[in-house]
């Protein structure tokens, strides 16, 4: 998905953002926007949007010294999933359609984004999304090729949202399971360690997607990786950045994710906000 000029203040708002967590100054915090433009020159016309926020997140990262922006929201989310952990299975186990119930979970935690604004409210905005249904929902043509697939790749997106994934894995119940999560954490993405700390080795085998970009670029990923992904007859991404940088490779991808922007909204053909499930027309069935 090509970036468009609605992008660009976009990214610049989200490292903006990042780093006022290190520095009140405005010398400072111009330093970090003129860096950052340095580095997007001649970027912005031929990335995804995706691209162009891991470019400009790294004016913040270079300049504090930092490799984890946001570790200790990543650690507290995760706390605050786990809690909740009890109850959402339990609303899994009642309900008359659990997979779908579960997916919907997942795609209600995908709100957990510290990309778009640092006031997450993970109570309220899983409470919120739960109430609305998937604005465009391919969930049983989901699990009719999981029925039959051999092998699933599930790509997370957030820490926190991972605990959400780690119910929907257990209740797919797939026998041969994978979950990619990044290498480095740009935003607060999910890594190893989240993916220790919420125990979702338990249900799934846990890769490294081996890149430290936003999203999935499979070019910037481990060789190990892009086998896994190749092999996988049915794929989960879940979020905007692995939409926005997926959205146009032939496999068979089912992305579930809450559009945050316009832009996305609008190529998806939903309102800014909604939650979809959705297998793109170029997608293919692997065989």
């Not at 499979?218 to 905007?240: H, M, N, P, T, Y």
Request: a negative charge.
């Amino acid at each position: 998905m090509k970036a468009h000029a609605e992008c660009v203040p976009c990214v610049f708002a989200q490292v903006l953002r990042a780093a006022r967590r290190f520095t009140n100054d405005e010398s400072e915090l111009l330093g970090v926007l003129s860096r950052a433009m340095e580095l997007l020159h001649g970027q912005i016309d031929s990335g995804t949007p995706a691209d162009l926020s891991t470019i400009g997140l790294r004016a913040v990262t270079d300049r504090f010294g930092v490799a984890d922006i946001y570790a200790a929201e990543r650690v507290h989310t995760n706390e605050l999933m786990l809690a909740l952990e009890p109850e959402l299975r339990k609303v899994i186990e009642y309900s008359s359609d659990p997979v779908r119930t579960a997916l919907r979970i997942a795609a209600a935690a995908n709100m957990i984004d510290f990309g778009i604004t640092d006031d997450v409210d993970v109570h309220a905005s899983l409470e919120k999304a739960m109430k609305v249904d998937f604005a465009v929902d391919q969930s049983a043509q989901l699990i009719a090729d999981l029925a039959k697939s051999k092998k699933l790749l599930y790509l997370v997106d957030n820490s926190g949202e991972i605990v959400a994934d780690k119910l929907a894995l257990e209740t797919i119940g797939h026998p041969n399971a994978w979950v990619a999560v990044k290498e480095i954490p740009l935003l607060n993405d999910a890594t190893m360690a989240d993916a220790d700390a919420v125990g979702i080795g338990s249900v799934a085998k846990v890769i490294r997607n081996g890149s430290d970009r936003l999203g999935t670029v499979l070019e910037s990923c481990s060789a190990r990786f892009r086998r896994c992904f190749d092999e996988a007859d049915v794929i989960i991404a879940k979020g905007q950045a692995n939409y926005e940088s997926l959205e146009h490779v032939e496999a068979n991808i089912y992305f579930i994710l809450t559009a945050k922007c316009q832009l996305v909204a609008r190529q998806l053909g939903v309102e800014c906000g909604d939650v979809v499930l959705v297998r793109p027309r170029g997608s293919r069935t692997r065989r």
